[in-house]
């Protein structure tokens, strides 16, 4: 079962709050870091007017190569406090995935940024 536990689409230089549901069962989870940053010419992430979406279609359509690195972290099972406060356990996992593309990626970690 994979799950997207952001629930929206955002750019491929953020990684926003996760929704809680996901984290509920209080169950391990195995996270996935997808870093789309490998395309040069146009940034596939959907975040812009419906009247765009045309454009980005045509852009993903026309590129030679979509590039997407998939990482693979570390299963991560809650803690104690993790399981009183399921809120944390989805900022703690988001955290991991974070940082796992801040290393796997050119860019600078910080904040919500990678």
Known sequence: LII???GTCSNVRTLTCFKVGAFLSKKPVLPLALNWNGNKHCDLSYV???SELAMLIHC???QF??????YVC???????DEQKNVNLFAENVRREIAAQLAKGSDMNAGGSKF
């Open 48 to 50: 812009s007017t419906q």
């Open 4 to 6: 997207f536990p952001q």
């Open 60 to 62: 993903g359509c026309c």
């Open 65 to 70: 190569i979509n590039y997407c690195r998939v």
């Open 74 to 80: 570390k299963s991560y099972a809650p803690n104690h």
